[in-house]
């Protein structure tokens, strides 16, 4: 089986403070560090030893900042490196050092990255993803699709090679009219994927057949979004419950969510980099036909 897994250790301290974020500025007790460093070396481990045989592929996404933490970086090193694992992702806001990719495997490594504005310089953000490129280093760039970083938005993607995707997401709880939602489609061509929710309810989806969520304790669940165990990973007792199964929430406004829905056919948009959200034919349109599969649920708004 090929095996998409997200997972999320008790880690939820971030060296941020942005205030759209809950998450902000929190700080980790050292027990809760030990024991998300734990966590973390218990499922390499279970890679390393792959029980079932799978194709593995990973997407860290943690609460908070995980590449300031010596074991996320030691773990990407490591897992880039296993034969069994196809890629290992992050979601990441560049903050950290980045000399430890070196010693990763570049063409099974890769990184989600955040750009907030506010929070760090532009030039030294966009300094950090010109290294990447520079090493060969797969990644994605994005920001949040707050009307006060539209300007900055629209310079970032002046300033990015055209082959970077620059993806935005819609901010949690703004509503966007058509004028703000063509001002942001014009930067980020997918953007009519975020901006409102697709009804997933009873749609067949791919979280819980060959994409999971992996909690610190090895709870898995379909995906991040629905609470409901499956199992553990550990004592393998989630692997009875893969299978196709719709939806069983009335709306997803998630990409790390509806990314998976097979009604919107967006692992043929990102394919090969569905994990690290890179578009697989890079350019101005990133060859998707975005109002054919955005369109609302009745009565739903944009955000």
């Known amino acids: 089986m090929n095996l998409s897994i997200l997972y999320r250790g008790p880690l939820a301290s971030c060296d941020y403070d942005c205030p759209y974020c809950p998450f902000a500025k929190r700080r980790d007790s050292r027990e809760q560090l030990r024991a998300d460093r734990a966590a ?55 903050s950290g050092r980045l000399d430890w990719l070196l010693d990763a495997d570049a063409g099974r490594v890769a990184l989600w990255a955040t750009y907030h504005p506010g929070q760090v310089a532009r030039e030294r953000f966009l300094g950090k993803v010109s290294w990447l490129a520079g090493h060969g280093i797969r990644h994605s760039v994005g920001m949040v699709g707050l009307p006060e970083h539209l300007a900055e938005a629209r310079a970032v993607r002046e300033l ?29 061509p997918l953007f009519g994927y975020s901006v409102r929710p697709h009804a997933s309810l009873g749609h067949e989806c791919r979280a819980g057949e060959t994409a999971l969520s992996v909690l610190g304790d090895g709870t898995v669940r379909r995906c991040h979004f629905l609470p409901e165990p499956l199992g553990n ?15 069983t929430k009335a709306e997803c406004d998630c990409h790390i969510g509806y990314v998976h829905l097979k009604r919107l ?9 569905v994990l690290e959200r890179v578009p697989a034919n890079p350019g101005p349109t990133w060859g998707a036909p975005v109002a054919a599969t955005s369109a609302p649920a009745a009565g739903t708004p944009p955000r």
Not at 44 to 62: E, Q
Not at 235 to 246: F, H, I, V, W
Not at 266 to 273: E, S
């Open 233 to 247: 990973l550990y004592d393998g007792s989630y692997r009875a419950a893969l299978r196709p199964r719709g939806c």
């Open 160 to 188: 990015l090679p055209e082959a970077t995707y620059l993806w935005v997401n819609a901010a949690e709880g703004h509503r966007y009219d058509a004028a703000a939602e063509a001002e942001w489609t014009a930067i980020d």
């Open 40 to 94: 973390l070396a218990r499922f390499v481990t279970w890679v390393r030893a792959n029980p079932a045989g799978d194709r593995i592929s990973v997407l860290f996404t943690p609460w908070g900042e995980g590449l300031v933490r010596s074991w996320y970086r030691r773990a990407m090193v490591e897992l880039s490196q296993l034969p069994q694992v196809d890629r290992v992702a992050i979601q990441t806001n560049l």
């Open 265 to 273: 056919d967006l692992y043929q948009v990102f394919a090969g980099g």
